[in-house]
């Protein structure tokens, strides 16, 4: 082995246990992360699913009323059965 390598291998291993903290921390940090966009995202996702339920359902449920008196008028000046 040459110097240079020897001396590199020595410096990694002097510092490999610093090396595998980062590398543990750096893992931790991208699931907390990945952990919160997926909640973020289904919390979006059942929000607006929600919201448009309550929406479609209060269109659902509006009444209409229609005055047919004066067709109810016209249906009895019409001539039937018992004209004859």
């Excluded at 929600?50 to 008196?69: E, H, Q």
Aim: charged share 30%; net charge positive; glycine share 8%.
């Amino acid at each position: 082995m040459s110097q240079a390598k020897v001396d590199r291998y020595k410096e990694e291993k002097k510092n490999r246990q610093k090396m595998i903290k980062k590398e543990k921390r750096h893992e931790r940090m991208l699931k907390v992360c990945g952990v919160v966009v997926a909640v973020a995202v289904i919390g979006w996702v059942g929000y607006s699913g929600y919201s448009t339920l309550t929406k479609s359902g209060k269109a659902a449920g509006k009444t209409y009323s229609v005055d047919t008196t004066s067709l109810d008028d016209f249906m009895q000046n019409l001539p039937g059965e018992d004209a004859e």
